[in-house]
């Protein structure tokens, strides 16, 4: 029920098709980020009209509230907040990784305060299956340890060494493989060897697909780079290839340059919530709070037909965000979102028509050249 097909490949670009119980959707591909079962001012409906096939949610949230067992018993996660496609979940890992000064790490697991009431908790790779498979989700992420891109080789070998065991005891908690997919996570730094004995272990391992955690984490952009010029090869070449937490539209052609298949960010919607539209056009982004749009009649990008395209001017957003109307906000999510799928729907054609280096070559020019507003 669960599994990726490879159709196309340009280069080492790859295009395919991925399979689940709720749906199918195409690769490459962006995943909206739902952390509360929400994507930020967005519903579902819009969600799809943006050209959304597949998104995420977070386990570490959920299972603080409403509580994953609340969801089950109101019929699952697909049901619960009205999403009918496929849906991602998270580890939590992450969530525990940027609680660092409240958390308490040992090979059981990590035990921590919460944010919202400070009440002890404890979570572990047996713990994080059971959320996700209780939750309903289609793809459950292998609980991990992530660590900070600051620490030194050794530190960060120690990391993976418990990441890898982590992994083994996540695939053994599995109880509904029928339901939902698993995916394992390789971490290991900016170190080359580390990654190389992470995309070994974690590539023979029965997972159904192969994530790269670890990387947007405080590291330099350049050492990312390098990382994603080899590492995503190092996977299987018949197991969708999944890179968390990246990025821009930069960030995203240069991973399918180097074989990776699968993205999420909060970068779209973030931006919109703070009026910054992501355009085609000389500048890659406009932020709309500045003094020059106050009277723009233009739409916010001619080449999209979102609705804010569509309907509203720049001014009128612009007038928007300075009386702090929602309507704002939430205009400027669902633009960068269209954006964003619209861009994976571009490579997805170029790798299908031979023309991917082409795109590549428009994206990364426009990415960096003129003056962002």
Same mark, same amino acid.
Request: hydrophobic share 35%; with cysteine; aromatic share 8%.
């Given at each position: 029920?669960?599994?990726?097909?490879?159709?196309?490949?340009?280069?080492?670009?790859?295009?395919?098709?991925?399979?689940?119980?709720?749906?199918?959707?195409?690769?490459?591909?962006?995943?909206?980020?739902?952390?509360?079962?929400?994507?930020?001012?967005?519903?579902?409906?819009?969600?799809?009209?943006?050209?959304?096939?597949?998104?995420?949610?977070?386990?570490?949230?959920?299972?603080?509230?409403?509580?994953?067992?609340?969801?089950?018993?109101?019929?699952?996660?697909?049901?619960?907040?009205?999403?009918?496609?496929?849906?991602?979940?998270?580890?939590?890992?992450?969530?525990?990784?940027?609680?660092?000064?409240?958390?308490?790490?040992?090979?059981?697991?990590?035990?921590?305060?919460?944010?919202?009431?400070?009440?002890?908790?404890?979570?572990?790779?047996?713990?994080?299956?059971?959320?996700?498979?209780?939750?309903?989700?289609?793809? #459950? +992420?292998? $609980?991990?340890? !992530?660590?900070? =891109?600051? /620490?030194?080789?050794?530190?960060?070998?120690?990391?993976?060494?418990?990441?890898?065991?982590?992994?083994?005891?996540?695939?053994?908690?599995?109880?509904?493989?029928?339901?939902?997919?698993?995916?394992?996570?390789?971490?290991?730094?900016?170190?080359?060897?580390?990654?190389?004995?992470?995309?070994?272990?974690?590539? #023979? +391992?029965? $997972?159904?697909? !192969?994530?790269? =955690?670890? /990387?947007?984490?405080?590291?330099?952009?350049?050492?990312?780079?390098?990382?994603?010029?080899?590492?995503?090869?190092?996977?299987?070449?018949?197991?969708?290839?999944?890179?968390?937490?990246?990025?821009?539209?930069?960030?995203?052609?240069?991973?399918?340059?180097?074989?990776?298949?699968?993205?999420?960010?909060?970068?779209?919607?973030?931006?919109?919530?703070?009026?910054?539209?992501?355009?085609?056009?000389?500048?890659?982004?406009?932020n709309l709070k500045n003094l020059r749009f106050v009277t723009d009649q233009e739409p916010l990008?001619?080449?999209?037909?979102?609705?804010?395209?569509?309907?509203?001017?720049?001014?009128?957003?612009?007038?928007?965000?300075?009386?702090?109307?929602?309507?704002?906000?939430?205009?400027?999510?669902?633009?960068?979102?269209?954006?964003?799928?619209?861009?994976?729907?571009?490579?997805?054609?170029?790798?299908?028509?031979?023309?991917?280096?082409?795109?590549?070559?428009?994206?990364?020019?426009?990415?960096?050249?003129?003056?962002?507003?």
């Amino acid at each position: 029920m669960h599994n990726w097909v490879q159709t196309h490949q340009d280069g080492t670009a790859r295009a395919g098709i991925f399979t689940t119980p709720h749906g199918q959707f195409e690769t490459p591909n962006f995943m909206p980020v739902g952390t509360k079962a929400s994507v930020k001012g967005v519903d579902v409906e819009r969600l799809a009209q943006c050209g959304t096939q597949i998104t995420l949610v977070n386990t570490y949230h959920l299972w603080l509230r409403p509580g994953h067992e609340l969801i089950e018993t109101l019929g699952g996660i697909h049901k619960f907040c009205g999403w009918k496609g496929p849906i991602l979940s998270d580890s939590g890992g992450f969530q525990v990784f940027s609680l660092q000064d409240r958390r308490k790490l040992d090979e059981s697991g990590v035990e921590f305060r919460s944010h919202i009431d400070g009440a002890k908790m404890f979570l572990s790779p047996e713990v994080s299956i059971g959320i996700q498979e209780s939750l309903g989700v289609d793809i #459950a +992420m292998a $609980f991990d340890e !992530c660590p900070s =891109g600051d /620490l030194p080789h050794e530190a960060v070998e120690s990391s993976l060494e418990l990441t890898l065991r982590w992994a083994g005891r996540s695939i053994a908690a599995r109880k509904k493989p029928e339901q939902t997919a698993l995916f394992g996570i390789t971490q290991g730094g900016v170190f080359k060897d580390l990654r190389t004995r992470a995309a070994e272990q974690i590539g #023979a +391992m029965e $997972f159904s697909g !192969c994530a790269i =955690g670890g /990387l947007s984490v405080g590291e330099r952009k350049d050492l990312m780079y390098d990382v994603l010029s080899y590492h995503p090869q190092q996977l299987p070449a018949d197991k969708i290839r999944y890179l968390m937490g990246v990025g821009t539209p930069a960030d995203i052609v240069e991973a399918v340059k180097n074989g990776v298949d699968l993205f999420d960010c909060v970068m779209p919607t973030r931006a919109g919530r703070f009026g910054r539209a992501f355009i085609n056009g000389p500048e890659p982004t406009i932020n709309l709070k500045n003094l020059r749009f106050v009277t723009d009649q233009e739409p916010l990008d001619s080449c999209c037909e979102c609705i804010a395209c569509r309907r509203y001017s720049r001014a009128y957003i612009s007038h928007l965000f300075r009386v702090s109307e929602m309507l704002g906000p939430q205009l400027l999510s669902i633009h960068n979102l269209t954006h964003y799928l619209g861009l994976m729907a571009k490579i997805r054609a170029s790798v299908l028509a031979g023309t991917f280096e082409e795109l590549y070559g428009e994206i990364w020019g426009r990415c960096n050249s003129g003056t962002q507003a």
